[in-house]
């Protein structure tokens, strides 16, 4: 069974910083682009940006690029979201999941930016 599990979010000041994590398991990780998505409150789940499968390239919205970073770590199974000069409108739950087959969300975590 496909297990992503997101963890790292909470509560940052605008300009602050945060990483959030995804654990993945039940699927050949090194096989998959892997995604980051957010989603806020009356809105629809968005693609905030995908790293490649051996990780050596990345896409980013524009509205991120530059603040945020992608990145994983093959042999743990583990991919990462660094977000830095966080602003209000970054406020979400952020999901990880595969690209191209996102058939399970995990719990995802929140990232609230308030001042």
């Known amino acids: 069974q496909v297990q992503l599990v997101e963890s790292g979010g909470g509560l940052v000041q605008p300009g602050g910083s945060l990483r959030v994590s995804c654990a993945a398991s039940?699927?050949?990780?090194?096989?998959?682009?892997m995604t980051w998505h957010r989603q806020a409150p009356g809105k629809e789940r968005e693609l905030v940006g995908f790293?490649?499968?051996?990780?050596?390239?990345?896409i980013l919205l524009d509205s991120v690029k530059g603040r945020f970073t992608i990145s994983r770590d093959n042999a743990k199974n583990m991919v990462y979201l660094q977000m830095n000069e966080l602003k209000p409108e970054d406020t979400a739950v952020y999901y990880c999941?595969?690209?191209?087959?996102?058939?399970?969300w995990g719990q995802g975590t929140q990232v609230t930016v308030s001042s």
């Open positions: 999941n595969r690209r191209w087959v996102p058939n399970y």
């Open positions: 039940g699927f050949i990780f090194s096989q998959f682009d």
């Open positions: 790293v490649t499968k051996d990780g050596s390239n990345t």
